[in-house]
């Protein structure tokens, strides 16, 4: 018995069926895959395009995108920096369960603060954690702007908007980094490439 967080007298049940025998089932390890970075830098694409490769290969994987995830699970959290930590400790749990399951998550969020990443990177068993870093220029990203954010931040109609008025904690120790080559961004397919490589170097599309 046990007290967590708010939670008193409360037990964890162990089941049967664990980990490895999911993993074993899969034919794949469980981990999660964090893509990280400015708005525009390339994550949502990211995490489709290696999605896609992994599909190819057979295989199982589930992105978990921080947009998607406020028409849901964190609608009723805002941008204010407590409401940011807060989204991101939920999406980690999350991840984590999938994970669990066996599932390799790409998880594809802004995540700015660093604290908070690190924070989800200490609920996953060592090594379990591969944090992606899209190092793309804030020029760029902003000359993007897809979704019109960047010139409505710069209007003063949104505050608090990461790398404008709110800042972006670049990760010290990423697994992957991702930028340009000579000024060129490179294309989708060769980013998911390199993710999915370093996956397979290191052993989590099989099971053994």
């Not at 708010?6 to 893509?35: A, D, H, M, Y």
Request: glycine share 10%.
């Amino acid at each position: 018995m046990s007290t967590v967080g708010n939670s008193t007298n409360i037990f964890w049940q162990e089941c049967p069926v664990g980990r490895l025998e999911r993993q074993k089932l899969l034919n794949q390890k469980g981990c999660v895959v964090w893509i990280t970075g400015l708005s525009g830098s390339g994550k949502s694409t990211l995490a489709c395009s290696v999605n896609r490769e992994l599909y190819s290969r057979g295989k199982l994987s589930y992105i978990l995108d921080g947009d998607n995830l406020r028409h849901g699970l964190n609608k009723d959290l805002g941008f204010k920096a407590e409401d940011r930590t807060e989204n991101i400790r939920r999406v980690g749990e999350v991840a984590k369960l999938f994970a669990d399951a066996g599932l390799i998550c790409i998880a594809s969020l802004i995540s700015p603060y660093r604290k908070d990443r690190d924070a989800c990177r200490a609920m996953l068993p060592a090594s379990n954690f591969i944090e992606v870093f899209m190092n793309m220029p804030l020029e760029l990203c902003e000359a993007r702007d897809a979704k019109g954010l960047y010139k409505l931040a710069r209007a003063g109609k949104i505050k608090g908007f990461t790398g404008i008025d709110d800042p972006y904690e670049q990760p010290l120790n990423c697994e992957i980094e991702i930028k340009q080559n000579d000024g060129i961004c490179p294309a989708p397919s060769a980013m998911a490439g390199q993710v999915v490589s370093y996956l397979e170097d290191k052993g989590y599309l099989h099971d053994n």
